[in-house]
Nanobody
Framework: QVQLAESGGRLVQAGDSLKLSCTDSGGTSIRYFMGWFRQAPGKERDVVAAITWTGTNIWYADSVKGRFTISRDKAKNTLYLQMNNLQPEDTATYYC????????????????WGQGTPVTVSS
């Protein structure tokens, strides 16, 4: 069973950088892909970035291209999101998730979710 937990979110100023981590504490569970999502109050949960576990395919939302980088360490069962040049529009709770079937750039493809870590970017 996949058990995900995010960490790293905090209050920052515009232009700052953060690195989020997501660790699977459930052991070496199999998954085909993982992703990062974010949800601001009153808005839908959106895909930010996604990666196949092999690392051969990566997808980014247009709003974060060139600023965010998704990566994974298979040996540590850990997913990362490096966020640079953060802007107030990036303020949201960030979730990591894992899936085994479906389209990895779509919300419906994911089965397991972390609890979320909040990121607030001041203007």
């Amino acid at each position: 069973q996949v058990q995900l937990a995010e960490s790293g979110g905090r209050l920052v100023q515009a232009g700052d950088s953060l690195k989020l981590s997501c660790t699977d504490s459930g052991g070496t569970s199999i998954r085909y892909f993982m992703g990062w999502f974010r949800q601001a109050p009153g808005k839908e949960r959106d895909v930010v970035a996604a990666i196949t576990w092999t690392g051969t395919n990566i997808w980014y939302a247009d709003s974060v291209k060139g600023r965010f980088t998704i990566s994974r360490d298979k040996a540590k069962n850990t997913l990362y999101l490096q966020m640079n040049n953060l802007q107030p529009e990036d303020t949201a709770t960030y979730y990591c998730a894992a899936g085994v079937a479906g389209v990895f750039s779509q919300l419906s493809g994911y089965s397991w979710w972390g609890q979320g870590t909040p990121v607030t970017v001041s203007s």
